[in-house]
């Protein structure tokens, strides 16, 4: 079975300063993994998501995130958080056979403090 | 012109009632999704239909009964509302059904059930 462990439910950083949101997955076969966004009373957006290409996928808005198969991890990173950053991050991943679901992470809460 | 678009935004009812939330998409896709978001932001798919057949059906109470009319229509009918079931509602709509597709969210149905 697939699934999605997201450490951390609140992030908080200072504007400027490095953003790290963590996402490790597990699945049996190799996966398709994603993140998306959630603004306050939005619904969620596509950042950014590794279809077994490039490891290091950009996204939108500054953001990328690393394939590392080795550490089964996908982590959002972007150099210099802004205040409009803040918001609900989710990973989530599907296998690509079989027809199986999108499953989501618990979320991540990024704060950024001016 | 909104992509994906539900109505109503805000839903507050009384417990045993029945009331339906609907989903359009004007983005030409073929694959649409019910998902639930609890009160800790938690996102757990609960149907799926690709060209108005049901794709993907998880643990949901028979309560809870999905219409697809028309590929860009997916509507949601809930019988005999429950405490528990106060959550928002998010539909998503990819172009097809195959598990690399971004997902593509309406702004969500808050319903409370009092």
């Known amino acids: 079975a697939q699934s999605v462990t997201q450490l951390g439910s609140h992030v908080s950083v200072s504007e400027g300063a490095l953003v790290l949101l963590r996402c490790n997955y597990s699945s049996s076969v190799p996966p398709y993994l994603f993140w998306y966004v959630q603004y306050p009373n939005q619904g969620l957006q596509l950042l950014l998501k590794?279809?077994?290409?490039?490891?290091l996928v950009k996204g939108i808005n500054g953001f990328e995130a690393e394939f590392k198969k080795s550490e089964t991890s996908f982590h959002l990173t972007k150099p210099s958080a802004h205040m409009s950053d803040a918001a609900e991050y989710f990973c989530a991943v599907s296998q690509n056979s079989g027809n199986t679901p999108l499953v989501f992470g618990k979320g991540t809460r990024l704060s950024v403090i001016a | 012109d909104t992509a994906v678009s539900q109505t109503p935004k805000y839903l507050v009812t009384q417990m045993g009632n029945d009331k339906s939330i609907k989903c359009e998409q004007n983005l030409g896709h073929d694959t649409m999704y019910w998902y639930k978001q609890d009160s800790k932001k938690f996102l757990k798919i609960m149907f799926s239909y690709n060209n108005k057949e049901l794709i993907i059906n998880e643990t949901v109470p028979n309560r809870f009964s999905p219409k697809s009319p028309d590929k860009a229509h997916l509507n949601l009918h809930i019988n005999s509302l429950e405490l528990g079931d106060s959550a928002v509602y998010f539909c998503a709509s990819s172009l097809g059904a195959t598990r690399q597709e971004t997902q593509y969210f309406g702004p969500g149905t808050r319903l409370l059930v009092l």
């Open positions: 590794y279809t077994s290409a490039a490891t």
